[in-house]
């Protein structure tokens, strides 16, 4: 059972403009939801993370949005830079203690 | 800080043999985790220690893997014997806690391919 669908599963931008990859879950005793980066040949590292008590988190260029109601989140990556080319991955797992569940992954290639 | 270490880079095998990956983890890390991510998929744990001991191996196919975490530090884990879909990167990370936010350092994990 997939329980953290991605999409989409590749994505095209030009530098300077908006990135945006969704996530949807099933299991409604998610609770924390990170986003990972991965670049080739390099192991996934933590990007931004949220919890559903939030909308919405801000870091620098990377928001996630959250929408509880609907089970999904997003990342936006703005200002896109071509340095900013890699694999997202979506992520969720409860609090109270689980195995981190990902994503299938979004590869993202940021055109100069 | 020095990061997750893991060797080797690459492996060939073919099907039936037998393989074994190693990983050192961040220095101070009580939780260590094997995933297995097959191309073009997200990363799927396959087992998780928390110092030298098993919280989570539900997703291991003790069949033919199996992992040891020597004296809460060092980790191996093995396949024996390889099949063909087995072909992937293994990746080990380690954590600090157990907290549901502690995050997970990867390594550059292991690529393993079965012919």
């Known amino acids: 059972q997939q329980q953290v669908k991605q999409s989409p599963q590749s994505l095209i931008v030009q530098k300077g403009g908006i990135s945006i990859i969704n996530c949807a879950y099933e299991?409604?005793?998610?609770?924390?939801f990170p986003w990972y980066q991965q670049f080739p040949g390099k192991g996934p590292a933590l990007l931004i993370a949220?919890?559903?008590?939030?909308s919405e988190k801000k870091e620098g260029r990377f928001t996630i949005s959250f929408n509880k109601s609907a089970k999904q989140f997003s990342l936006h990556i703005m200002d896109s830079q071509p340095g900013d080319s890699a694999t997202y991955f979506c992520?969720?797992?409860?609090?109270?203690?689980?195995?981190?569940?990902f994503g299938e992954g979004t590869q993202l290639t940021v055109n100069p | 800080e020095a990061g997750v270490a893991q060797s080797p880079r690459y492996k060939i095998i073919e099907k039936r043999q037998s393989v074994a990956f190693w990983c050192n983890p961040i220095?101070?890390?009580?939780?260590l985790y094997w995933y297995q991510q097959i191309l073009g998929q997200g990363p799927k744990l396959l087992i998780q220690?928390?110092?030298?001991?098993?919280?989570?191996d539900s997703q291991l196919p003790k069949d033919r893997f199996s992992a040891e975490r020597l004296k809460g530090v060092d980790s191996t884990l093995k396949i024996q014997p390889a099949k063909l879909e087995d072909s992937a990167v293994y990746l080990c990370?380690?954590?600090?806690?157990?907290?549901?936010?502690?995050?997970?350092?990867f390594g550059n994990g292991t690529r393993l391919t079965v012919t």
């Open positions: 220690f928390q110092n030298n001991g098993v919280v989570d």
């Open positions: 949220i919890r559903p008590d939030v």
């Open positions: 220095s101070g890390h009580a939780t």
């Open positions: 990370a380690s954590s600090p806690g157990v907290s549901y936010n502690s995050p997970l350092h």
């Open positions: 992520a969720a797992r409860k609090t109270s203690g689980s195995r981190l569940t």
């Open positions: 299991n409604t005793a998610f609770d924390y």
